[in-house]
């Protein structure tokens, strides 16, 4: 299957759940409540180790880029699938009914050795390779029914994809580098094989207010503390997790905290429960527990000349800040970036994948 088709599948892939979505949203709802407008929403996540996105870096080397579009909404078949679900009945137990959500995304990851001069195999670095998937997933949000102060939210997420030559990273890569830096990769034929992938992701977060701070430049400050655990499974990445975010600002919103391509921002929430604008700026730390990396480590089913010893056991530390504004009932337009470090991410002989990212979140949400 050469590349156009390969994309063509998962743009058409894409396209189908989004209409399934669509249309599910449209069908008549049975009561007053679920006959509501429901709020939509448009989110562009955009990652890079250079550019604006990290003042710290100037350079391509190991996660260079990763670019996302995510539709997402709270259709009827979201609120429908509820009892099916996992931990379904205990859920409701301890939370009530759950607030839902779904949402449809498309991707590409770019990851490539810090030595982009070298034509052959590196094998003391990171590889070559890309990653193109899209997929769906399905949230859910309640709060602690008797504590205000505790709301708990889970995502589920199930992706397909493709690796190698037919996720078109070489040619995005190659594009940008000539057209906007003198810089030419020039090791690409070295990447990992094509390979069509699967992957599950399932992760939990809670949310607890800690009240407010008062402060006598900006007024009244909420506070709040949203710890997470999730796993991945699948052929690309298998992990455990574990992180605590904190944040403070003026209007928190109906969200549990910033999101990245790997952890997307939740959809169940009310996203107009404040006007005019709110702001936050937050803090983030954590850990994964690595069983497998495919863009260090290889592919499951082939042996790579090029691979590397993925490390068991990785931190990381983010900051940054989130910006919104409602001029109006139907509209919000938001703005979030952050800023990640990592330790090292394998182990080999004279190299360190120790990197880092920033994330740019642009979003509009509308009620339909």
């Not at 997402?72 to 137990?93: I, Y």
């Not at 010893?309 to 919104?324: M, T």
Request: with cysteine; hydrophobic share 35%; net charge negative.
């Amino acid at each position: 299957m050469d590349s156009d088709l390969k994309l063509t599948t998962l743009i058409t892939l894409f396209a189908c759940l989004l209409l399934l979505g669509l249309v599910s949203q449209a069908q008549p709802a049975p009561s007053t409540d679920d006959a509501a407008p429901r709020p939509g929403s448009v989110k562009i996540y955009s990652e890079n180790d250079g550019a604006f996105h990290d003042p710290f870096d100037s350079y391509d080397r190991h996660y260079t880029n990763g670019f996302a579009i995510v539709l997402e909404h709270q259709p009827q078949w979201a609120k429908d699938l509820a009892d099916a679900m996992p931990f379904a009945e205990r859920f409701e137990r301890r939370h009530g009914k759950a607030n839902t959500g779904a949402g449809y995304q498309l991707a590409q990851l770019i990851f490539t050795p810090a030595n982009l001069s070298a034509t052959g195999p590196i094998t003391t670095d990171q590889s070559y390779g890309g990653y193109l998937y899209g997929g769906v997933f399905w949230q859910r949000q309640g709060q602690h029914e008797r504590r205000e102060d505790l709301a708990v939210f889970d995502h589920f997420e199930a992706n397909i994809g493709v690796v190698g030559e037919d996720s078109l990273a070489e040619d995005i890569q190659d594009w940008v580098h000539t057209n906007f830096t003198g810089v030419d990769p020039v090791g690409w034929d070295n990447q990992l094989a094509n390979e069509v992938t699967g992957q599950l992701y399932a992760r939990r977060k809670w949310r607890k207010d800690l009240g407010t701070m008062e402060s006598a430049l900006l007024g009244d400050l909420e506070m709040q503390v949203i710890p997470q655990v999730g796993v991945a499974l699948g052929t690309v990445h298998r992990y455990g997790e574990a992180a605590v975010t904190f944040r403070i600002g003026q209007q928190l919103p109906d969200d549990f905290g910033p999101g990245r391509i790997n952890d997307l921002q939740s959809v169940t929430g009310d996203p107009y429960k404040h006007t005019g604008w709110s702001w936050y700026v937050y803090g983030r730390a954590g850990g994964r527990a690595v069983q497998h990396d495919m863009f260090l480590d290889g592919s499951d089913f082939e042996t790579s000349a090029v691979s590397v010893d993925s490390n068991p056991l990785v931190g990381e530390v983010q900051g940054g800040f989130a910006l919104s504004y409602r001029p109006n009932m139907n509209h919000r337009f938001d703005l979030t970036w952050g800023l990640t470090f990592m330790t090292d991410t394998f182990d080999a002989p004279g190299a360190s994948g120790t990197e880092s990212y920033g994330t740019v979140v642009l979003s509009w949400t509308k009620s339909f």
